[in-house]
């Protein structure tokens, strides 16, 4: 018998379309493993909502592969020394694993390379990941792209990916001892605040069932990604974290089902997220180093008062407080509301926006390095690619403009009974409707921890303060 291929799973949790996969199978008998790793990452290792989504994911995977007569192998510690070992253990011929960008991931890589060197296993990459390798979208002069809109055209010439492809019969070599996914603890015990989590159904074919039922309203996709009391957004994005779905078949199964023109607004925020990646690969610290100096001379405010009250929805706007309580209830946050939260927070509060990144981080279940880093310095201005530090969202009029009572209606049930003409800012409306409605302002819903003139100015004074013109 020919000897064994290790398969090494990371956030690429699922057997169709994975050329790693399909490379092992086609090699030899494979020995599946997972590694978690919270070692390598150092700040950055998994947070608790996307911890709670691992482990359902991890137990979907390890169905799948007993389905053909195999195991999933769970092994835990740093990951460029726990992979080159098992594969000594078993006498591997080769480790087969896709290619991620986390600075950690290039770290896993780099060891397990170096460790493989003077041995007979090799160590074989695949991409997978992303709709394109990063590298292999260059300008003209073959530097790399920091702007989005002219990398998104660049990236057309690559474009449409590789159809995908099914997921390959394997044969498995007898496994190593593994570890009991119920001994990691992935999931909240004491106290178990994950009930709201039950929206979702993580793993492949929870994957493939959320395309299917986004599929049906995804011709209206370009004004209902914008609508939080639509479900409009695919709600993808978690699968997508965690690879049980690849890019690529949400792309070709998106282009198949609706025209071109309708398709295109969505294919571009699957762009985005290979941008992103595109910004962490050039930029390993993006998570933690604003990509303009100018932004580290800031003088945030330390407020613990205020980012409780953030972190909590209660910070009187009832547009932001719907959104961290969506978050916390769910581990997701509409996209929309992510932006306005992410703007209260650091221009009214002025507070770093590094802190909110970090709760979001926590809070998430489809938690994502590139994406997380740039959609927060995006917001903050300190990104390559960002809205300019003076775009500061105003909650009200984002709430009133993109039709969000319904969902401050679910998240915000306090201010159920008003009006939608009061609910965006109770604050304003008369006396009669709030008491007909059952709201106190102070009592039972906070009054604006602060007006948005007031914190808008003084976000702009404390930007000039760092220098910047």
Same mark, same amino acid.
């Given at each position: 018998?020919?000897?064994? $291929?290790?398969?090494?799973?990371?956030?690429?949790?699922?057997?169709?379309?994975?050329?790693? *996969?399909?490379?092992?199978?086609?090699?030899?008998?494979?020995?599946?493993?997972?590694?978690?790793?919270?070692?390598?990452?150092?700040?950055? $290792?998994?947070?608790?909502?996307?911890?709670?989504?691992? /482990?359902?994911? @991890?137990?979907?995977?390890?169905?799948?592969?007993?389905?053909?007569?195999?195991?999933?192998?769970?092994?835990?510690?740093?990951?460029?020394?726990?992979?080159?070992?098992?594969?000594?253990?078993?006498?591997?011929?080769?480790?087969?694993?896709?290619? /991620?960008?986390?600075?950690?991931?290039?770290?896993?890589?780099?060891?397990?390379?170096?460790?493989?060197?003077?041995?007979?296993?090799?160590?074989?990459?695949? /991409?997978?990941?992303?709709?394109?390798?990063?590298?292999?979208?260059?300008?003209?002069?073959?530097?790399?792209?920091?702007?989005?809109?002219?990398?998104?055209?660049?990236?057309?010439? $690559?474009?449409?990916?590789?159809?995908?492809?099914?997921?390959?019969?394997?044969?498995?070599?007898?496994?190593?001892?593994?570890?009991? @996914?119920?001994?990691?603890?992935?999931?909240?015990?004491?106290?178990?605040?994950?009930?709201?989590?039950?929206?979702?159904?993580?793993?492949?074919?929870?994957?493939?069932?959320?395309?299917?039922?986004?599929?049906?309203?995804?011709?209206?996709?370009?004004?209902?990604?914008?609508?939080?009391?639509?479900?409009?957004?695919?709600? @993808?994005?978690?699968?997508?974290? @965690?690879?049980?779905?690849?890019?690529?078949?949400?792309?070709?199964?998106?282009?198949?089902?609706?025209?071109?023109?309708?398709?295109?607004?969505?294919?571009?925020?699957?762009?985005?997220?290979?941008?992103?990646?595109?910004?962490?690969?050039?930029?390993?610290?993006?998570?933690?180093?604003?990509?303009?100096?100018?932004?580290?001379?800031?003088?945030?405010?330390?407020?613990?008062?205020?980012?409780?009250?953030?972190?909590?929805?209660?910070?009187?706007?009832?547009? *932001?407080?719907?959104?961290?309580?969506?978050?916390?209830?769910?581990?997701?946050?509409?996209?929309?509301?992510?932006?306005?939260?992410?703007?209260?927070?650091?221009?009214?509060?002025?507070?770093?926006?590094?802190?909110?990144?970090?709760?979001?981080?926590?809070?998430?279940?489809?938690?994502?390095?590139?994406?997380?880093?740039?959609?927060?310095?995006?917001?903050?201005?300190?990104?390559?690619?960002?809205?300019?530090?003076?775009?500061?969202?105003?909650?009200?009029?984002?709430?009133?403009?993109?039709?969000?009572?319904?969902?401050?209606?679910?998240?915000?049930?306090?201010?159920?009974?008003?009006?939608?003409?009061?609910? /965006?800012?109770?604050?304003?409306?008369?006396?009669?409707?709030?008491?007909?409605?059952?709201?106190?302002?102070?009592?039972?819903?906070?009054?604006?921890?602060?007006?948005?003139?007031?914190?808008?100015?003084?976000?702009?004074?404390?930007?000039?303060?760092?220098?910047?013109?």
């Amino acid at each position: 018998m020919s000897a064994p $291929q290790l398969l090494w799973f990371r956030n690429d949790l699922r057997l169709a379309d994975h050329a790693a *996969v399909s490379a092992a199978a086609r090699a030899g008998p494979v020995v599946a493993l997972f590694v978690l790793d919270d070692d390598s990452p150092g700040h950055w $290792q998994m947070g608790a909502a996307q911890r709670w989504w691992l /482990h359902h994911s @991890l137990a979907s995977l390890a169905e799948s592969l007993a389905a053909q007569g195999g195991r999933l192998v769970l092994r835990r510690g740093p990951a460029g020394v726990v992979v080159p070992q098992l594969a000594r253990d078993i006498g591997a011929a080769a480790v087969h694993t896709l290619t /991620h960008y986390e600075p950690w991931a290039k770290a896993q890589d780099a060891a397990v390379a170096r460790a493989l060197a003077d041995t007979p296993t090799a160590f074989r990459r695949y /991409h997978g990941v992303l709709l394109a390798p990063p590298a292999s979208v260059l300008a003209g002069n073959g530097g790399r792209y920091r702007i989005f809109t002219p990398w998104w055209r660049k990236l057309q010439e $690559q474009m449409p990916p590789a159809r995908p492809q099914p997921a390959p019969a394997m044969a498995f070599a007898a496994p190593p001892m593994s570890d009991a @996914l119920a001994d990691w603890t992935l999931l909240p015990t004491k106290p178990d605040w994950a009930g709201g989590f039950a929206v979702w159904t993580p793993g492949e074919a929870g994957a493939a069932a959320r395309l299917q039922q986004f599929l049906a309203v995804a011709a209206a996709y370009d004004k209902g990604r914008n609508l939080p009391s639509q479900d409009g957004s695919s709600r @993808l994005s978690p699968h997508l974290a @965690l690879g049980e779905i690849s890019v690529r078949a949400v792309w070709h199964a998106v282009a198949d089902a609706i025209p071109a023109a309708a398709a295109e607004p969505f294919l571009r925020e699957l762009g985005w997220r290979d941008f992103a990646a595109n910004i962490l690969d050039q930029f390993p610290d993006h998570g933690d180093v604003p990509g303009r100096p100018v932004f580290d001379a800031i003088a945030f405010r330390d407020a613990p008062a205020d980012l409780a009250a953030w972190q909590q929805g209660s910070t009187g706007y009832p547009i *932001v407080d719907a959104g961290m309580r969506q978050l916390w209830a769910t581990g997701w946050m509409h996209n929309r509301v992510r932006m306005i939260a992410a703007s209260f927070l650091t221009k009214h509060l002025l507070i770093d926006w590094r802190v909110g990144e970090r709760w979001f981080w926590d809070c998430l279940v489809d938690a994502d390095l590139g994406a997380n880093s740039l959609g927060w310095q995006w917001v903050m201005g300190s990104g390559v690619d960002s809205s300019p530090f003076n775009r500061v969202f105003a909650p009200v009029t984002q709430s009133s403009k993109f039709d969000a009572a319904g969902y401050i209606r679910q998240w915000v049930p306090e201010l159920a009974p008003l009006r939608d003409a009061d609910i /965006h800012a109770p604050w304003e409306a008369e006396p009669l409707m709030l008491r007909a409605a059952g709201v106190t302002l102070g009592r039972t819903y906070p009054r604006p921890i602060i007006g948005h003139a007031e914190g808008r100015a003084r976000a702009l004074a404390a930007y000039a303060e760092a220098g910047a013109s």
